[in-house]
T-cell receptor, first 117, second 117 residues
Framework: AQKITQTQPGMFVQEKEAVTLDCTYD???????LFWYKQPSSGEMIFLIY??????QNATEGRYSLNFQKARKSANLVISASQLGDSAMYFC??????????????FGSGTRLSIRP | DADVTQTPRNRITKTGKRIMLECSQT?????MYWYRQDPGLGLRLIYY???????NKGEISDGYSVSRQAQAKFSLSLESAIPNQTALYFC????????????????FGPGTRLTVL
């Protein structure tokens, strides 16, 4: 069975500091994808960043980067220079293969990040 | 206008009532999904559809049914609502194809907050 684990239910970080949100995954598929989504208090789900299992370099999108360690099966999200607006729930997710032509995405339980001014 | 819309946004109903949640999308995506979100459990997949003629059960389909009326419409029904179906429900869509190197991330609707008394 494939699984996503986020071990940090909540984190507090001082504004302007960098923060790392942990995510480990378990899969036997050679081809997979990893995602991070942000859910602010308003409730919407916002796609942040994607890493493919064959990508050679870590994904980056602005202040977000994904620390992809394939051998350890981890895909941690790093937010540089945190801002008050970064306070939200963050979900790690993995694309799970259904069959040769289809896949679906499964989610971890999330980490609630709170930024202190 | 939002790409993925859900109606209603909020609903309070009583145990035993039938209720339908609707989802529409203008993104032209083939794939649509229904999730429920409970505190501490992240998002769990209820049903998903890869095209109009394709319906698949997710990890928690018991007590739910779906209908894919058109490429753009995917509705979720609770035939006889019970209190433990109180949750935030999300519809999502994603594109298909492009190979494993493509993110094909999911785009989420704003959510429907359902309360079953």
């Amino acid at each position: 069975a494939q699984k996503i684990t986020q071990t940090q239910p909540g984190m507090f970080v001082q504004e302007k500091e960098a923060v790392t949100l942990d995510c480990t995954y378990d899969t036997s598929d050679p081809s997979y994808g990893l995602f991070w989504y942000k859910q602010p208090s308003s409730g919407e789900m916002i796609f942040l960043i994607y890493q493919g299992s064959y990508d050679q370099q870590n994904a980056t999108e602005g202040r977000y980067s994904l620390n992809f360690q394939k051998a350890r099966k981890s895909a941690n999200l790093v937010i540089s220079a945190s801002q008050l607006g970064d306070s939200a729930m963050y979900f790690c997710a993995m694309r799970e293969t259904v069959d040769s032509s289809a896949s679906k995405i499964i989610f971890g339980s999330g980490t609630r990040l709170s930024i202190r001014p | 206008d939002a790409d993925v819309t859900q109606t209603p946004r909020n609903r309070i109903t009583k145990t035993g009532k039938r209720i339908m949640l609707e989802c529409s999308q203008t993104k032209g995506h083939d794939r649509m999904y229904w999730y429920r979100q409970d505190p501490g459990l992240g998002l769990r997949l209820i049903y998903y559809s890869f095209d109009v003629k394709d319906i698949n059960k997710g990890e928690i389909s018991d007590g739910y049914s779906v209908s894919r009326q058109a490429q753009a419409k995917f509705s979720l029904s609770l035939e006889s609502a019970i209190p433990n179906q109180t949750a935030l429900y999300f519809c999502a869509t994603s594109d298909s194809g492009g190979g494993s190197h493509m993110a094909n991330e999911q785009f989420f609707g704003p959510g429907t907050r359902l309360t079953v008394l």
